[in-house]
């Protein structure tokens, strides 16, 4: 049974630093694409991040803040943010695609974690 978790959310300053965790079960991270969505009140989720293999891609709002890395030993991924801003305050959600590449569409992605919440302010 496929399941991710995640966690790590909280409340930060802006320009402070936060790093999530999407623990994986019942599939082995190395054969799956992983996607970090965001999603805050009233908008529609986005993409923020994904890996493959080696490969990593950004949305241009986080390029250069956040980084993900992934630690196949305890199969989780992770999402470093820095220099976090108020914009940035939403749910995070990790996804994963059996197949394929890195996709930026939401329905792309077959499973799906619970969230955790993410808030920037002061």
């Known amino acids: 049974q496929v399941q991710l978790v995640e966690s790590g959310g909280g409340l930060v300053q802006p320009g402070g630093s936060l790093r999530l965790s999407c623990a994986a079960s019942?599939?082995?991270?190395?054969?799956?694409?992983i996607g970090w969505f965001r999603q805050a009140p009233g908008k529609e989720r986005e993409f923020v991040a994904g890996i493959r293999w080696s490969s990593t891609y950004y949305a241009d709002s986080v390029k250069g803040r956040f980084t993900i890395s992934k630690d196949n030993t305890k199969n989780t991924v992770y999402l470093q943010m820095n220099s976090l801003k108020p914009e940035d305050t939403a749910v995070y959600y990790c996804a994963a695609r059996g197949r394929g590449y890195i996709y930026t569409t939401p329905s792309e992605y077959n499973y799906w974690g619970q969230g955790t919440q993410v808030t920037v302010s002061s």
């Open positions: 019942g599939f082995t991270l190395d054969y799956y694409a």
